[in-house]
């Protein structure tokens, strides 16, 4: 079994590898692309302008389900649920009734329905697997997990 693992894991850093490779190709070609159309005709002959590639990966880094009042109230809701969630609750319907008063009752309404959506995705930790293969790295299945491959062996009564 041993021997298994520490194939598995040679196969796995060689493909990190060639997936990194293959990265950094595929994005310096599609970066020179992007550069070069997005330059003005007369000025396709000169170079690129690099900071357009930066910006592209600044927007990239950004996060907003990382902003400050979203982590906050986290961090707030790991140490006390209880009290945090009767103080957003006491904000909300203050909130609610405010906006009611203004007439944008129904936007607000929506805004804070976004808002919990938001707040109740969590977040997990490292090497914490997701139930979703596509989010984990080298889209690793759950142990177990039901695969088209599974149901059309079992429907067409195949051997492994």
């Given at each position: 079994m041993d021997k298994v693992r520490a194939d598995l894991e040679a196969y796995r850093?060689?493909?990190?590898?060639?997936?990194a490779a293959a990265a950094v190709v595929t994005s310096k070609s599609?970066?020179?692309?992007?550069?070069?159309?997005?330059?003005?005709?007369?000025?396709?002959?000169?170079?690129?302008?690099?900071?357009?590639?930066?910006?592209?990966q600044l927007l990239d880094a950004?996060?907003?389900?990382?902003?400050?009042?979203?982590?906050?109230?986290?961090?707030?809701?790991?140490q006390s649920p209880t009290a945090t969630l009767a103080a957003t609750a006491l904000l909300y319907l203050v909130g609610q009734i405010y906006f009611v008063w203004i007439e944008f009752g129904a936007v607000f309404f929506v805004f804070a329905c976004l808002t919990g959506i938001c707040l109740g995705l969590g977040s997990r930790r490292q090497g914490e697997v997701s139930a979703y293969s596509v989010?984990?790295?080298?889209?690793?299945r759950l142990l177990g997990s039901m695969t088209a491959e599974h149901f059309e062996r079992d429907?067409?009564?195949r051997k492994n």
């Open positions: 850093q060689r493909k990190r590898e060639e997936d599609i970066e020179e692309e992007v550069l070069y159309y997005l330059q003005p005709k007369r000025r396709r002959s000169e170079s690129a302008r690099p900071w357009i590639a930066h910006a592209y950004i996060d907003p389900l990382d902003a400050w009042p979203l982590r906050k109230w986290r961090s707030s809701f790991d989010f984990n790295s080298n889209c690793e429907m067409l009564h």
